[in-house]
């Protein structure tokens, strides 16, 4: 089923964008009058003047801390437990294992108000645990105090969205729970509802209140992102992107070139830019741009394990190669613009820690976890991948996210 997006939206989606007037670019959020109120305040939190960009880092054993890049500092957060998985949506940490989701609230995070940002701060704290069965797949909005965000565990079927308010004063609440067939699924939050796989073959479209409204052909659903257009959501042979408009949401299935590589299952960018990067096979990573609903196959010179959109105005692609190095690409010409020394070489090598290793990108810098020897390389993308700091965590960086955004 294919339902494309009206062109209307995608040109004010672009202006928009245009209008952004900052380095570090979260998603725009669908108006609606949950996302609008409070401009992302809740009580205790300040607000101040520029994005509080922090490092998490989070060892084999679940001890975790947190490194503000601006001063410097460094927060002891509380332990998780040994965790397969950490993903955030720039404020919350979630980190997934066989028995549930902990949930730490960073206490940093960025309002996008369309034309202007909002920036809070506040003690960070230990929301709770969420228990499950099975690694959950984590699935996150745009927002971190509205909207909701969505939690798959794969042993038992069961599809929780969890409400962003409730998360953002320290509560775990339940907006919706959905009992599913267990398999590797998905359920990815929306303005109005949320995609939920189907036995791993269907995306289906759902209110808030868990009623079907619309279902599109999806096999093997992996790896979701929102983007400045919409949710997007990895298949076998393409994507589907869902974009809202009020309380309407359109399908849209984003099929692969003929002859395309294997499929890119997770995808990572820049937050809230509308070109998005995953991990293809073999020395390349695909592009997928959700406003021209196209691909793009960028070859590589190594094979590569991590990559990211920067999405800016020269177009970088920062990705960690099969060698240890990191790379920088020019995504319109293809070109390698720079490459390191085989910085997470060692790390590659321990199966322990190869499997955990990630880029994330902001308006000025990739950080990439070198867990093996302790430390984060904050990358300089734009100055031929120049190593400006190495950063050590009083937690060893098995996984790494970056909140603030």
Known sequence: ???????????????LALAACSNETPPTPTPTPESSEGHGAVAGAAEVAEPQLHLVAVDAEGKSAMLDLLNGTETPLDTVGAAE???????YVFAADESGISIIDSGVWTWDHVDHFHYYRAEPRTIGKLS??????????????AGTTGVFFPDSGEAVLLDNKALSEGKISKSLRLKTTPHAGLIAPLPAGA????????????DLEGKKLDSVDCENPSGTITTRV??????????????TEGENTELQHIPYPSGAAAPATSFEARKGRPTVAGIGDGK?????????????????????????????????????????????????????????????????????LSG??????????????AAAGGVVHEIDYADSARVARSLELPAQPVHLVEVGR
């Not at 499950?132 to 105090?145: K, N």
Request: hydrophobic share 45%; charged share 20%; net charge negative.
């Open 1 to 15: 089923m294919h339902r494309r997006t009206r062109p209307a939206l995608l040109a004010v989606l672009t202006i």
């Open 356 to 369: 955990s290793v990630r880029v994330t990108v902001d308006g000025q810098r990739a950080y990439v976890n």
């Open 230 to 243: 919409g949710l997007v959501v990895g298949c076998a042979d393409g994507a589907v992107l869902a974009t």
């Open 132 to 145: 499950g069965q099975g690694v959950a797949t984590v699935s996150t909005g745009p927002l971190s105090t």
């Open 195 to 206: 995609l939920v796989s189907e036995e791993a073959t269907r995306l289906n479209l759902i």
């Open 284 to 352: 390349g990573i695909w592009l997928l741009d959700t406003r021209e609903s196209s691909w793009q196959w960028l070859k590589t010179t190594t094979p590569v394990v991590a990559a990211a959109a920067v999405d800016d105005a020269d177009q970088h692609v920062v990705a960690v190669g099969e060698d240890g190095t990191v790379q920088v690409y020019d995504a319109e010409s293809g070109k390698q613009l720079a490459v390191t020394e085989p910085l997470l070489a060692k790390t590659l090598a321990d199966p322990a």
């Open 85 to 91: 998985t950490v993903t955030t949506e720039g404020r």
